[in-house]
């Protein structure tokens, strides 16, 4: 084997190698509680779902809390049924009245807390989506904070509560969140009416909600796993290159 191929060999096993470790850094980045809207506009309803990992290698996931806004509370908020788990909306007095669509509220749903029997919790490599239909959004531009707490069967809670900066390096544990747009029209929409239309929307359909990272981890993995298998081809074609070259001088 000459100088130059074992240089171009090297050269691409080190490639390969990168393109592994980036794929993994993207998966490990992945792994947070995260919350995927299907409508963000202003004034309207929006069915959300929240994306819950199991990150522990020994206990598993048996239950979590989602606190909602309290300064743009919503009004209305249904839950979408899990098998194996109980939903409880609670609902409590706000720290100070807000007016909502020109009616003052006092009182709204402050949180949701998902409990699993023991035949569903989630274990290792195991994640588990919950949905919410909730209303009306605030004003465009609002960022709307969803801190949850995980808690384990080791009696472990995970709390994803911190904040986002811009232009910072994410948190190790960012809180799921959204941010507003402007008004589409679809206010008149009742909160039933949205689950419903959420439910039934293609698989395919393309909406205006926030990017779930696990997706982004995804692509990155199909991205990279073609660029292996390119670079792997290439590597193969080196050595039965080389191997005809050396045959051929024989």
């Keep these: ?45 929006s069915h959300l779902t929240f994306n819950v990992p ?12 989602v606190t909602l806004p309290t300064d743009t509370p919503f009004t209305s908020v249904s839950v979408k049924p899990v098998e194996g788990w109980t939903a409880q909306v609670i609902t409590s007095d706000l720290p100070k009245p807000v007016t909502v669509s020109g009616t003052t509220v006092t009182k709204a749903p402050s949180s949701v807390v998902w409990t699993a029997d023991e035949a569903h919790q989630l274990g290792q490599n195991q994640y588990q989506s919950f949905s919410l239909s909730v ?15 995980q808690t384990y069967t080791d009696g472990s809670v995970v709390k994803w509560d ?10 190790k544990h960012p809180a799921p969140s959204f941010v507003t747009t402007a008004d589409d029209g679809a206010a008149a ?20 909600a926030s990017q779930n990272t696990s997706d982004a981890a995804s692509v990155w993995g199909i ?5 292996g298998f390119v670079l792997g081809a290439a590597a193969l074609g080196l050595v039965l290159t080389g191997r005809r070259t050396r045959t051929a001088a024989k």
């Design 189 to 208: 929409a009742t909160p039933s009416a949205a689950a419903a239309a959420a439910a039934q929307a293609p698989a395919g359909e393309t909406t205006r």
């Design 162 to 171: 911190e904040a986002s900066a811009a232009g910072q390096p994410e948190p």
């Design 1 to 45: 084997m000459n100088t130059s191929f074992r240089r171009t060999l090297k050269t691409l096993t080190a490639a390969a190698a990168a393109a592994g470790m980036v794929a993994a850094g993207a998966t490990a980045a992945s792994a947070h509680v995260t919350v995927n809207p299907d409508d963000t506009g202003a004034n309207g309803y």
């Design 223 to 227: 991205v990279l796993g073609a660029a």
């Design 135 to 149: 209303g009306r959004l605030p004003a465009e531009g609002t960022t709307v904070t969803l801190k949850a707490a």
């Design 54 to 65: 199991n990150e522990s290698p020994t206990a598993k996931t048996s239950k979590l809390e």
